[in-house]
């Protein structure tokens, strides 16, 4: 038997959107961990509202972002002794868990008051009488909320748009240390559980002191060892800018996302091998994505829906060191914003199948799944040998580890060009997956002489050669 990860495989994190718990611990061991990812990022885990109806979708995907226990043990993507299960299964492959971390509300009024949780725990707004189900009588009452008490208005206040309500949702007052310690107390109970990582899902409204308190009351993480791996969703502005949360972990950049995004899809891709710090953010601050859950639905620049050019763009994310790649796996959807994952009718979620045309799963694509054992093998290089030619094409090499190249273009791009790879013959994993145990590339080879190569790039398409993907190494 293969034995067990003791650290993780590379930075490159999945957000497998709304997948059950066990469907994820599967693809740890069929996918994510033999082709390289470092990361998965899973579905908030806590007990959230359900919603049969709202807003004309049935068990919209949003209601886990509607918390109302910290109980993980029933949620619309499986049970408490699965969730560990996951956990487990996918560290064994190299692969951290990171759960997206609600801190900021609770439940808000609009969609739903009151009601029995996903785990039949009884709620209303601003009352949550039993958080942990432990006997501790750990609870949040309405004290435990505002200072504000009313919806967000004024988004050019810091102070408003921190303590006030972000949809109306109930925010909760970290100010209050013993809500800070609730909060912690929860995220330990998940790092217990094996969880590496976290998603800090609204981070932007709270209080960076609030948020730092937080964090330094977090335990080491099993196995892997040393803190956990935080980055914060923060939607920089004049208000609140970037770097406001870079001192407390990594930062989610939309100014990359609107700007790689349409790059690609305008075919201007040329200057981007020198990347400015979008938003401010440097390199290692940064974690970088060409679409998300949100963006998908409200701003689709680029999505799955837009065919080849978007898992280019996909491609190149995860080849260029700029930024942490966060790569969005989703299920497909339709023009309500708030339609559910593929679901059984009771509201709970069916187990993946990437073979249906109900699941993407543009992690597997083949522009996309031999990608973080690129971004792996050139870690720590920067990049040289920059080629262009138009607006649309844009190669580099990643130092002597590897060498990229990409055509935003509607037709071939045919030329040589020139590396600092030893001869040989390597898999272009721009186009599909190579297995070292037999050294078969499902995407096809390209031999490298006198340090050249020559080659012939479909139209949206790539090339991705690294030392470690070689059938003569
Ligand atoms: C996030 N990041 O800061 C998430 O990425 C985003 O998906 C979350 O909104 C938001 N913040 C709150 O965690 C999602 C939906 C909203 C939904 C909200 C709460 O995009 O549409 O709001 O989750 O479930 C819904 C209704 C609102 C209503 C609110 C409270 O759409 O109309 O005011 O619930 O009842
Ligand atoms: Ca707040």
Redesign the pocket.
């Known amino acids: 038997a293969q034995t067990a990860a003791t650290q993780a495989n590379g930075d490159s994190i999945v957000h497998l959107f709304q997948w059950r718990w066990s469907s994820v611990a599967q693809e740890c061991e069929t996918t994510l961990g033999p082709n390289g990812w470092g990361g998965v990022q899973v579905s908030p885990p806590q007990e959230h509202?359900v919603l049969p109806t709202?807003?004309g979708a049935t068990y919209?995907w949003?209601?886990?972002?509607?918390p109302v226990s910290y109980r993980v043990d029933q949620t619309r993507r499986g049970t408490k002794a699965e969730f560990v299960d996951m956990v487990q299964r996918c560290r064994d492959q190299g692969v951290k868990i990171y759960v997206d971390m609600?801190l900021?509300?609770m439940?808000?009024?609009?969609?739903?008051g009151s009601g029995p949780g996903s785990a039949g725990t009884v709620y209303s707004k601003y009352e949550y009488p039993n958080l942990f189900n432990d006997g501790s009588g750990d609870s949040y009452r309405y004290a435990d909320f505002g200072p504000c008490y009313r919806t967000i208005s004024n988004w050019g206040n810091k102070a408003e748009v921190q303590d006030c309500e972000?949809?109306?949702?109930a925010d909760l007052n970290t100010a209050d240390p013993e809500v800070r310690r609730k909060v912690a107390k929860y995220m330990n109970s998940v790092i217990d559980l094996g969880v590496a990582g976290f998603r800090v899902?609204?981070?932007?409204?709270v209080q960076e002191s609030h948020l730092a308190d937080i964090i330094s009351r977090l335990k080491d993480v099993p196995v892997f060892g040393g803190k956990p791996d935080l980055f914060h969703?923060v939607?920089g502005d004049g208000t609140i800018p970037y770097t406001a949360y870079a001192p407390y972990g990594g930062v989610t950049n939309f100014d990359y996302q609107r700007s790689v995004a349409s790059a690609f899809r305008d075919g201007n891709i040329a200057q981007l091998g020198n990347m400015p710090n979008y938003g401010g953010l440097t390199a290692s601050q940064a974690v970088v994505f060409i679409d998300?859950?949100?963006t998908q639905r409200e701003n689709p620049t680029l999505t799955y829906k837009s065919g080849a050019r978007y898992y280019l763009a996909d491609s190149f994310m995860m080849a260029h060191p700029y930024g942490r790649p966060q790569l969005m796996s989703s299920y497909a959807f339709g023009s309500v914003?708030?339609q559910g994952p593929p679901s059984s009718g009771n509201g709970t979620t069916n187990a993946t199948n990437c073979a249906s045309s109900e699941w993407i799963c543009e992690h597997r694509n083949e522009q996309v799944a031999g990608m973080p054992s690129f971004r792996n093998a050139v870690a720590g290089t920067g990049i040289s040998n920059q080629v262009t030619d138009g607006n649309g094409r844009l190669a580099f090499a990643r130092g002597n580890r590897g060498y990229a190249a990409f055509n935003a273009t509607g037709s071939a791009w045919s030329r040589s060009f020139s590396t600092n790879l030893p001869n040989g013959t390597y898999c272009n994993v721009a186009r599909g997956t190579f297995n070292p145990g037999t050294k078969a590339c499902t995407g096809g080879t390209i031999t490298v002489t006198g340090g050249s190569f020559t080659t012939s790039i479909p139209a949206d398409r790539g090339v991705a050669l690294h030392v470690n993907a070689r059938t003569d190494g």
């Open positions: 509202v709202a807003e919209p949003w209601q886990d972002y509607q609600v900021n509300h439940t808000g009024t609009g969609s739903v972000l949809l109306a949702l899902d609204a981070a932007k409204h969703e939607y998300n859950h949100d914003h708030g």
